[in-house]
């Protein structure tokens, strides 16, 4: 008798019946039986049930990270055991391709992903060395992730991993002499282009793609950082790709950056809504501060405020006065340098707010809203190789100052 002549015999519940036939199958040794994974292998995933899409992970000098790709949102558990962390993702399907993953980087020895029940994914990360762990979510798609902290007892290995993005273009490797300027403790900075590929970021009543005007002020930025302060800068993405939140302070994390820089262009309902203006990870003080994190999250507001019940336990490692201060010196020199060729350009100043691209950073760092391709005149500017050129030099100013007042303060 088949599973389905099984079911229909008794005339029990699908669930129900799924359980009682992988128990009669284990004790018959047809399966192995797990306390952490009891599900039916390969058994068909029940209807409504919301698939999980994707596991990967990051590893970086101070964490590694995982995260559970989603369709849609479910409600979830996680438990802490002595040498194991797990989650039960409720309501959820394992999609096929979705394997584990070997990680042996001194805090994760192996990430486990498996069928637990009918409609229960569990995900287990055995832990090699942890003092302390984060777990919080995104939206649009839904993710899960979760942060291991603790001391690790190995280097973690470039093999295992790569990052393609993060790879500067051989031309881009050519570097001019500093000159007089000494970068001091600064050696490597991050430049983030917001959004790209299927993401488009803001579009203007005309046409005109965040992504493609913060990717051409991003390239020429990490450029003029190499040529004129003589600091290596890496670009989370240096073609029109795609790349998830979670993943662009991870890479500036991985490639042990001194700053990271966040490149993006704003929108807004209002069209008359116009100007430069300079974030850093903090709570949101305004409801404008917080529609525009939504908007850059990818999420609604309901979604940003409970990102900010959680946002001070996620900031445990941030730089917060460092991005501040970083923060005005790159908002000061962006509106000064923007000024000597569109003299009417406002200054909206230092704002702060809870975007997800600037979670988990360890360094400070930065997302700087360039102008309004919402407003006809800052859209005009924003397509001008010529603003894109003085945005890029008045960041690249900013970044200078910062780094000569760092100097000034510890000699």
């Known amino acids: 008798m088949n599973r389905r002549e099984f079911v229909k015999y008794l005339g029990l519940s699908a669930p129900y019946c799924q359980w009682l036939a992988y128990r009669m199958l284990a004790a018959q040794g047809a399966l192995a039986f ?10 068909a995933p029940l209807p409504g049930l919301i698939p999980v899409t994707e596991l990967k992970h990051w590893s970086t000098p101070d964490y590694t990270r995982v995260s559970i790709a989603l369709d849609k949102e479910v409600r979830f558990e996680h438990h802490k055991l002595p040498n194991r962390l797990y989650l039960d993702l409720d309501g959820a399907h394992l999609k096929p391709g979705v394997k584990d993953i070997a990680i042996g980087d001194g805090l994760l020895k192996t990430v486990r992903i498996a069928q637990y029940s009918a409609s229960t994914v569990r995900v287990v990360l055995d832990l090699d060395s942890i003092k302390d762990y984060k777990v919080f979510t995104f939206s649009e798609p839904f993710r899960i992730i979760i942060d291991v902290k603790g001391d690790r007892r190995q280097e973690i290995s470039s093999s295992k991993e790569v990052i393609e993005t993060a790879q500067p273009e051989p ?11 000494k970068p001091g403790r600064i ?7 917001g959004h790209g590929g299927h993401d488009p970021g803001a579009v203007s009543p005309y046409g005109t793609r965040e992504k493609d005007i913060v990717l051409q002020i991003g390239l020429n930025l990490a450029q003029k950082i190499r040529h004129e302060l ?32 966040s490149i993006h262009a704003n929108a807004s309902l209002n069209r008359a809504a116009n100007g430069i203006e300079t974030y850093y990870l903090n709570l949101a003080k305004t409801e404008k501060a ?11 507001l309901e979604k940003v405020s409970m990102l900010q019940a959680v946002l001070f336990d996620l900031m445990a490692n941030y730089k917060l006065n460092d991005s501040a201060h970083l923060a005005d010196e790159v908002q000061k020199a962006l509106y000064k340098k923007a000024q000597t060729g569109y003299p009417s350009v406002k200054n909206l100043g230092v704002k702060q707010g809870p975007f997800y691209v600037l979670v988990g950073a360890t360094m400070p760092s930065i997302l ?25 030099d008045g960041i690249l100013s900013g970044i200078r100052g910062y780094i000569t007042s760092l100097s000034k303060i510890h000699g």
């Open 171 to 181: 031309k881009a490797l050519e570097r001019s002499k500093p000159g007089k300027f």
């Open 187 to 193: 050696r490597r900075i991050v430049i983030d282009p």
């Open 34 to 43: 797990s306390p952490l994974f009891a599900g039916e292998a390969g058994a």
């Open 290 to 300: 917080a529609q525009l994190a939504a908007k850059e999250n990818g999420t609604t």
């Open 230 to 261: 003589g600091i290596d800068a890496v670009m989370t993405r240096s073609t029109d790709v795609f790349l998830e939140l979670q993943e662009r302070t991870a890479i500036a994390n991985k490639v042990g950056a001194d700053l990271f820089v």
């Open 368 to 392: 700087v809203e360039t102008a309004f391709l919402s407003h006809e005149k800052d859209e005009q500017m924003l397509k001008d190789p010529g603003y894109q050129d003085l945005t890029a």
